[in-house]
């Protein structure tokens, strides 16, 4: 149960709930909001919405626009030099529809998913009535990523090596061609070879990144923030799991679950020899979501709205 205090009292969200709205699913269910009316509460979040209210604060250039009947929230990020620098636009579509008093919200993380019109994840927000509660959960997609943030990390660990090369994002696979990896330029003989790569990524992990490993050889890594100074992260937890036989190692990815049971995603790297190369994507778990994670994008923007109506 997530809560925070307004007006002197608390009022919560409550994570994987039985769906009102979709029986045989679970949703982030709000406390009743009392002496409102439902739709008066949609109309709110509504204009909210198409005013480009749910940009993040730490974009540095937000752009709001209309497209598909929906309106588009193009958000611009400084990334931090420890993943590569530079900027990094993320984009969310919204689609109103009163009827249902449903908000739909798709997000694509870079221009290479707005580009192919394929959201990462689609979350809603339903204002129920009778009592009248926020409904909400996210849709994650099945997706293949390649992008910014993999190439910095990547380039992160070959400069610790002192085998920097160029590495290019959302690539031709070398493993698999018809499919999108960050994949980097032959790497010269030095520091390391592809038969000591994963162990040279093991110690890079341990002492650089602060992860630690445990006695079966897996590292377990909880990241800070580092996300979070472009506005878009939050503490996570991840397991790493090396592979010699394959020369792969396999990152599970567990978001802000630190029971690392609920899998977001793994993330795959691949060393290829002749010539050594890395090879790097990240495949997203299809799921429906609605654990206390998932109530950070949403819960701020419901804050904003229930104290505009109560000030109004």
Known sequence: ??????????????????SPSTPGEKSVLSDPIEDMDADKVFDAF????????TADKNASDVKVSEKDGGVLVEMTFEIPALV???????????????????????NFPSQYFFDKNEPLTTSSLIVLDGPVR????????????????????IDKFLGESDTPVETKIDQPGISDPAANSVVS??????????????????????????ATELPDGTVVEERSNVLAEVGVGQRSFAKHVFNKEENHLYCYEYGADESMT????ITHIQVHKEPFRLEQWNLQEAARRAGEGTIKFIEPHVKN????????
């Open 262 to 265: 609920e899998l977001m995603s």
């Open 84 to 106: 590569g620098g530079g900027t990094h636009t993320f984009y969310l579509l919204h689609k109103v529809d009163p009827a249902k008093r449903l908000i739909e919200i798709k």
């Open 134 to 153: 926020f409904e909400w959960w996210t849709d994650a997609h099945a997706a293949r990523s390649s992008g910014k943030m993999m190439k910095g990390m």
């Open 1 to 18: 149960m997530w809560s925070w205090l307004t007006g002197g009292s608390s009022f919560n969200f409550t994570a994987n709930v039985d």
């Open 305 to 312: 709205v229930l104290e505009s109506l109560k000030e109004g």
């Open 46 to 53: 509504a204009t909210y919405v198409k005013a480009g209210k």
């Open 185 to 210: 330029a032959p790497i010269p003989d030095g520091k390391m070879n592809p038969e000591s790569c994963l162990d040279v990524f093991k110690q890079f992990l341990v002492d650089t990144m602060g």
